[in-house]
């Protein structure tokens, strides 16, 4: 049995394009119709064995090995870390997008780096001032990566971040996340975006997830960009695990089962009152809960 192992980078029709982990060629291969029968399908990033057909040169999926992880939007797996790239101006950022973002990549258990791009954007008082209050709420929990692809600012600590990890960019349309990938490895090539004026935020570049290797070592998963997200996955009493700077307070509380909402006695709370908590990270827990709330 001479199967080989890869990672998925792409779909594309009924194929399926993976990268060899040994000699990192790239392979077109075909799913038997033993996974469409049992209604298993391979996703981006998923560890697989293969085969190859020598007469076609194309392989065969064999095997789709365990999956450490996966996210849902984006749809990929096995990821060591999420980076969150975000904008405090063209587009202006969503706190609650980005808090959304930030619960599910705590609930599959990936480090998080965030990325604050366009930074060269930031011409006046008012939006420098929005900058650091985002630093200094998010620079707490994870670490902040201010960028620009113009001014080049720390392009060279980002790549430190992606070098020899699988990793996914997500954030709203318009953030420049193509443009970061391409500053980073020009010979990726991805079509950049522009903002619509009409609207405010980008247009999608990027019309599905794949994954793409780096010059430097390493792969990333280029995804589309989205303006809402579902919380799959996520039951409402869990929230509140998924949120980092909660931990200290737990156990503190008068009851047990503290949702952090409406009980007395909410050590939760009372870090608040404290400025302990950042009040906009409390608000779209809050949201985020009253909304699993009402999908239950």
């Not at 080989?4 to 993976?18: G, Q, Y």
């Not at 194309?58 to 969150?84: C, H, S, T």
Request: glycine share 6%; net charge positive; proline share 3%.
């Amino acid at each position: 049995m001479n199967w080989k192992k890869a990672i998925v980078l792409r779909f594309h029709s009924d194929m399926v394009t993976v990268q060899d982990l040994k000699s990192n060629q790239k392979i077109n291969c075909y799913l038997p119709g033993k996974f469409k029968l049992q209604k298993i399908r391979p996703i981006v990033g998923d560890y697989v064995e293969y085969s190859v057909d020598k007469k076609s040169d194309y392989g065969r999926i064999e095997n789709i090995l365990k999956r450490k992880n996966e996210l849902y939007r984006p749809k990929v797996a096995n990821l060591d870390q999420l980076v969150l790239v975000t904008t405090i101006k063209n587009p202006q950022v969503d706190l609650l997008i980005v808090d959304k973002i930030l619960a599910l990549a705590e609930k599959e258990r990936l480090d998080v780096l965030i990325v604050l791009n366009k930074i060269d954007l930031l011409k006046d008082y008012l939006d420098k001032e929005k900058m650091k209050r985002f630093i200094n709420i998010y620079s707490k929990i994870y670490p902040v990566v201010t960028t620009s692809k113009l001014t080049k600012e720390n392009i060279d600590t980002l790549e430190k971040y992606l070098k020899d990890k699988v990793s996914t960019f997500a954030g709203l349309s318009g953030v420049g996340k193509s443009s970061l990938l391409n500053t980073l490895d020009p010979n990726l090539n991805l079509r950049e975006g522009e903002i619509s004026e009409k609207l405010g935020r980008g247009k999608h570049t990027t019309t599905y997830a794949e994954l793409l290797y780096f010059n430097f070592g390493g792969f990333i998963v280029d995804t589309p960009g989205f303006s809402n997200l579902e919380l799959k996955g996520i039951k409402k009493d869990e929230l509140k695990f998924y949120f980092k700077e909660f931990q200290e307070y737990y156990g503190f509380c008068n009851y047990s089962n503290c949702s952090h909402i409406v009980e007395p006695g909410c050590a939760v709370k009372e870090a608040l009152k404290n400025n302990l908590i950042s009040e906009s990270r409390y608000e779209n827990y809050c949201n985020i809960y009253r909304e699993l709330e009402k999908d239950k």
